[in-house]
């Protein structure tokens, strides 16, 4: 083969999924005097493609050297570093991709996802303003939406639901509006209801049932459990999805478990303990459709639902009879393949059943069980100085626009001798941290930012002990924490929560509850900086926290399963009724 045979045949085997394959084509060819520019590419692209970022940077350098205007060549260059969490050098590649034309939409677009990601929201809005400006409109509200996000939720929602109506057969653009509505507390469910409806009129999915007759037992025993989700992997929705594997094992259930993304590491092996594990199986993902039906899944439990932004072409398809959302998304989806969601009468207070949405089962515990079965870092010796409080927020910074980080400044100003410690892993670079240090100084305390060397994300232990690091946690709203405050109970750090109105501002408190902490929540933000102010008077010990929360029933797996599983029996005894 010549050269551009090589390159054609590469680029066959990157689209397929076939990386390595790949590599091994185009190395012997690189090993040349002077190797094409074109090879350089390519192989930078198949090691981006194969996860292995920081081998193709040197390739694109190379590149670039010879071919500094080549529009590929510079966004993967920028990907390879993203993919890092190197944002700042990420926007540099994507400035000179946007310098060669003024009209390359898509590149302007992925620079301000870029400075978003290097917390430069702002200057993400402006690439926004000029994007509508130009006539962009699709590009413009994604830009804004993405920006908005850190600086004012209620513009996130005003430019969601724009794009929405304006591009009702987008189905991404109709994606983020419904997610945003139910990641945002207060909303008229009449409002989610219509959004989320029109998400399902825009994906235009055909009417299924994939799933064979004969799966049909109302005195199936025992019954086959699917669970479909992208988190089989090193991520926080583990720290809840193992004990719930766990204890639906302990129960009696048979288990399937089917990946909607690559997974890597031990994750597999970890699930497999517990039943049978089903490796991802195409791109488009039909022939896991195909498999659950298969395998005669009785109930097929849908993790993913929104938070994945994917089309939900498996559960739409009906390859189980019964099909249920469970612990990911804080919400109806309303689409009509799904037919319950479990959650809590804590977390859910309006569980009326209405047209048109799933069923909502309320379990009378907590809805989730967190993973305790692992050995947690010794509690800090450093005794509590009233003098000297460390409050602490170490959940997504995305979480926090303006308004909610004005509360935290009160806090601290109003604390003297207090500082605020920050941690997670979009706050792992220098721009990240400078964004907040530079609106905290408005505030006058831009020196009293802490931002923790120890334990990245991916190092939990490492992670885990950074909570020693702060005396009271600060939680977010109105999308509370979750692994984030269990993670701190775990570590004997208390938590002040906002109760709200809807299950994505009510997480917090049903954990807390279950914990035998429900005193830590106010019930509104208006009275947060006092309440705030209130526990900081009245910390207890980490010893006695961190003992309180592994004794009660957010680590009782046994009740978790009882309680679950009485539910599944439930919903499928009466789908026979």
């Not at 999924?17 to 390519?42: C, I, N, W, Y």
């Not at 920006?147 to 591009?167: H, Q």
């Not at 094992?249 to 497999?272: E, K, M, W």
């Not at 509104?524 to 009660?552: G, N, T």
Request: with cysteine; charged share 25%; glycine share 6%.
């Amino acid at each position: 083969m010549n050269i551009n045979q090589i390159i054609g045949k590469a680029a066959e085997l990157i689209t397929a999924g076939k990386t390595q394959e790949a590599e091994a084509l185009l190395r012997p060819h690189l090993q040349g005097f002077a190797p094409s520019p074109d090879l350089l590419v390519m192989m930078g692209t198949a090691l981006v493609m194969g996860g292995k970022y920081p081998e193709a940077i040197p390739y694109f350098e190379k590149s670039y050297k010879m071919r500094p205007n080549d529009n590929v060549l510079l966004h993967n260059w920028a990907l390879a570093y993203s993919s890092q969490g190197k944002h700042d050098e990420a926007v540099e590649i994507l400035e000179r991709l946007t310098a060669l034309s003024d009209d390359d939409y898509h590149s302007k677009e992925a620079l301000a996802t870029a400075l978003v990601n290097a917390g430069r929201p702002e200057d993400a809005v402006k690439i926004g303003e000029w994007l509508e400006k130009a006539g962009h409109l699709r590009h413009a509200y994604k830009v804004f939406i993405m920006s908005y996000e850190s600086i004012d939720k209620a513009k996130m929602i005003e430019y969601s639901k724009r794009g929405a109506e304006e591009f009702p057969d987008d189905h991404l653009m109709c994606s983020n509006y419904a997610m945003n509505l139910s990641y945002f507390d207060g909303i008229d469910e009449g409002v989610r209801k219509e959004a989320h409806l029109s998400l399902v009129k825009a994906l235009n999915l055909p009417e299924s049932k994939l799933y064979r007759p004969n799966v049909l037992d109302p005195e199936a025993d025992p019954l086959r459990v699917g669970i479909l989700s992208s988190d089989f992997r090193v991520s926080a929705v583990n720290n809840f999805m193992l004990p719930l594997v766990r204890a639906l094992d302990a129960q009696g259930f048979s288990l399937y478990f089917y990946p909607t993304q690559a997974s890597f590491g031990d994750v597999p092996d970890i699930y497999r303990e517990y039943g049978t594990w089903i490796p991802k199986l195409s791109p488009i993902l039909d022939k896991t459709t195909e498999r659950i039906a298969q395998d005669n899944i009785h109930i097929l439990l849908e993790m993913n639902l929104l938070t994945a932004l994917t089309v939900p072409r498996v559960s739409a398809a009906r390859p189980a009879p019964l099909q249920i959302s469970a612990i990911g998304y804080p919400g109806r989806s309303y689409w009509p393949w799904i037919d319950a969601r479990i959650t809590d009468k804590a977390t859910d207070v309006h569980l009326e059943q209405i047209e048109d949405g799933e069923d909502l089962v309320a379990l009378d515990r907590c809805f989730l069980c967190y993973d305790t079965q692992r050995e947690f870092p010794e509690l800090t010796k450093r005794k509590f100085d009233p003098k000297r409080i460390r409050f602490g927020s170490f959940n997504n910074p995305l979480k926090l626009d303006h308004s909610w980080l004005d509360k935290f400044a009160e806090i601290v100003k109003r604390t003297p001798g207090s500082v605020l410690v920050l941690k997670h892993v979009n706050l792992m670079t220098e721009q990240q941290q400078r964004r907040l240090v530079n609106y905290f100084e408005k505030h006058g305390i831009g020196d009293r930012l802490v931002f923790p060397e120890v334990g990245e994300m991916i190092d939990w232990a490492g992670h885990m002990v950074a909570y020693n690091e702060v005396d009271i946690a600060l939680d977010s709203f109105p999308y509370n924490g979750t692994t984030t405050t269990c993670d701190c109970l775990a570590m004997g750090v208390p938590v002040v929560a906002v109760c709200g109105k809807d299950h994505v501002s009510r997480v917090s408190y049903s954990i807390l509850n279950a914990a035998g902490f429900g005193e830590w929540c106010t019930d509104s933000p208006e009275h947060f900086v006092e309440h705030a102010l209130k526990m900081a008077k009245q910390v207890k010990s980490k010893e006695s926290i961190r003992e309180q929360f592994f004794e009660s029933e957010m680590n009782d797996e046994d009740s978790y399963g009882r309680h679950l599983g009485d539910a599944l029996k439930q919903l499928w005894k009466a789908k026979f009724a």
